[in-house]
């Protein structure tokens, strides 16, 4: 089903409760910026208890569908300057130009979204053990003073990133070491929210 038919059963009233929640998790199944369980907690974050209040449940549902319409304009827009990249023989993408095929970030709100996601990563120890201790102590930083990254700080998420760049490349394709390719995987995204975090 698409993203349209599961927002248009959320807020179809004639339907059972318990089925239209379910509808709002197969939208977050569709879109999922911030991963599955931390969108659907942020959802409940910015709205409310969903699984019970009729009103917060179409919160949510819409809060979603704004971030993913946003998402959806830089899609096109992307799209259009890949165009014109093209016709002016530019086949290939710069390094510095992002690609927002997959939704990256919580889109038109990607600082709050990347603070609740390193909070919701670090209260779940599960979801933040793999990830390296050097990072996680950072996110941690992050958190007690969101928005401020110093040149030091900065300098360290950088250093991090190419660190597990390579061990991530290293690990993976075709003799997948799972326990270093998944700390390098858990890293790099939480690395990524304390981006958006203090941008």
Same mark, same amino acid.
């Given at each position: 089903m698409s993203f349209?038919? $599961?927002?248009r059963k959320v807020r179809d009233r004639s339907l059972p409760y318990g089925r239209r !929640? #379910?509808?709002?998790a197969g939208c977050v199944q569709l879109y999922r910026p911030i991963g599955y369980l931390a969108t659907f907690? $942020? /959802?409940?974050h910015l709205a409310g208890p969903l699984r019970r209040d009729e009103y917060a449940l179409l919160r949510a549902v819409d809060a979603l569908a704004t971030s993913r319409? !946003?998402?959806?304009?830089? /899609?096109d827009a992307y799209a259009a300057r890949r165009q014109a990249a093209k016709r002016a023989g530019r086949r290939s993408t710069r390094p510095s130009e992002l690609n927002p095929s997959r939704p990256a970030c919580w889109y038109g709100d990607s600082r709050r979204a990347a603070v609740f996601t390193l909070g919701f990563l670090l209260r779940n120890q599960e979801r933040s053990a793999h990830a390296e201790e050097d990072v996680v102590r950072l996110a941690r930083s992050v958190l007690e003073a969101?928005?401020?990254?110093s040149p030091a700080r900065l300098e360290q998420v950088d250093l991090l990133r #190419?660190?597990?760049e390579r061990l991530q490349a290293a690990s993976g394709w075709p003799d997948v070491d799972w326990p270093n390719w998944v700390r390098a995987r858990q890293s790099l995204w939480m690395l990524h929210q304390i981006c958006y975090a203090t941008a």
């Open positions: 349209g038919t $599961y927002a !929640v #379910n509808a709002l907690a $942020y /959802l409940e319409a !946003v998402w959806l304009k830089e /899609l969101p928005g401020d990254l #190419n660190r597990f």
